[in-house]
């Protein structure tokens, strides 16, 4: 086609429509992929898991379940670690113990020494014969954090989700780029859609599925902590996980637009790892950094203003309370500014590399045109 019929054609189709075109052919081949619907499916459901089990897991630091009498509560006044029920009589507290309410009952017995007995059913609960021991106080030179199993939960969630999300889309980006090079379907497509109209689509297109997974995501937490009753620990998560979607979207178009750009510079599958390399490495950096540095503040201050790793770093930092009010905002501007910056570098090796084919073409070669 002549370069004036070509331009025709881009006049005719528009900027707007050719990019929606573009980001709705890669939404439906993605929808249609078998592989695309099933570790979707893996990722909701071990989402789902993981959720009541950390919800499971707050529940159970809440205390002992325990009954008591009214002419037994001076004996339980001091006593931590115990989810106090009252009750009126001996009678009520068995009832509870029998039918599973609660794990045992501390009642008022005139025939005890201590002037109370605890019922339970096959066994005493062992933290509840220590909260009513008399024991000498114990001090903690190094108290262990309570919250650490919830904080370390967290810092996988947000670390897992970011991996595979990035990962998963990156890939399937670079493949696209890379069989359409192949086939010389791209020829047919800038004949008709503008070159940057077309990376534009494509990092729409995967844009959008990557931000449906994690509403879904989001919402399978809202539910996953509901179910377990975690309200509290609900509102705790409420605006980390608002902080991370938004922090994720200008990350994943960061990467989407450099993996389509690395792509483009070669011709076959095989030799995307060498260009998209570099690229997978940033995106495994953040997870196995947030998960061994998870409870270190100065590793994670780090990460939350570089601008690869500040959608999982900024996100555990707001979790843990570590984050002042205006850093969430300082890092959101680095991201945009940084993924502004890469996206007018990505469509510059994108236009320059795509109708290049044979050998790998260098990055100076595709960022001089």
Not at 99 to 106: F, I, L, M, S, Y
Not at 122 to 142: G, I, K
Not at 177 to 191: A, D, M, N, P
Not at 327 to 349: D, G, H, K, N
């Amino acid at each position: 086609m002549s370069t004036t019929n070509t331009r025709q054609a881009h006049a005719v189709l528009g900027s707007g429509q050719a990019i929606w075109l573009v980001a709705e052919r890669e939404i439906g081949s993605k929808l249609r992929s078998k592989a695309f619907v099933i570790s979707t499916a893996i990722l909701f459901v071990g989402a789902l898991a993981l959720v009541i089990w950390g919800g499971l897991q707050a529940a159970n630091a809440t205390g002992t379940p325990v009954a008591v009498t009214a002419d037994a509560q001076q004996y339980v006044v001091n006593a931590e670690g115990l989810d106090v029920t009252e009750v009126a009589d001996r009678s009520a507290a068995e009832a509870l113990v029998e039918d599973g309410t609660v794990d045992a009952a501390v009642v008022a017995d005139t025939s005890s020494p201590l002037g109370f007995a605890v019922v339970a059913d096959s066994s005493p609960p062992t933290q509840l014969l220590l909260q009513l021991a008399q024991l000498p106080p114990v001090e903690l030179l190094n108290p262990e954090d309570v919250n650490a199993a919830l904080g370390y939960i967290a810092a996988v969630g947000f670390g897992i989700v970011f991996l595979l999300a990035a990962s998963l889309f990156g890939s399937t980006i670079a493949q696209s780029v890379v069989e359409e090079k192949q086939t010389r379907v791209v020829e047919l497509l800038i004949s008709a859609i503008p070159v940057r109209s077309l990376l534009a689509g494509k990092v729409i297109g995967n844009t959008v599925l990557a931000m449906g997974q994690i509403l879904i995501l989001a919402a399978i937490a809202v539910i996953g902590l509901t179910v377990t009753d975690q309200t509290e620990l609900l509102q705790g998560l409420g605006a980390p996980i608002a902080w991370f979607a938004i922090f994720f979207l200008f990350g994943f178009i960061l990467l989407a637009s450099l993996f389509a750009a690395a792509a483009s510079m070669v011709s076959r599958q095989e030799d995307i790892g060498a260009t998209t390399g570099p690229l997978t490495m940033l995106i495994m950096a953040p997870y196995f950094l947030v998960i061994f540095f998870n409870d270190n503040p100065v590793v994670l201050a780090v990460m939350s203003y570089v601008p690869f790793s500040a959608p999982v770093g900024m996100p555990m930092r707001i979790f843990l309370g570590d984050a002042q009010w205006w850093e969430p905002l300082v890092s959101i501007a680095i991201l945009i500014a940084t993924c502004i910056a890469a996206i007018f570098v990505a469509a510059r090796i994108y236009e320059n590399s795509l109708l290049r084919m044979g050998g790998r073409v260098k990055l100076s070669e595709a960022l001089a045109g």
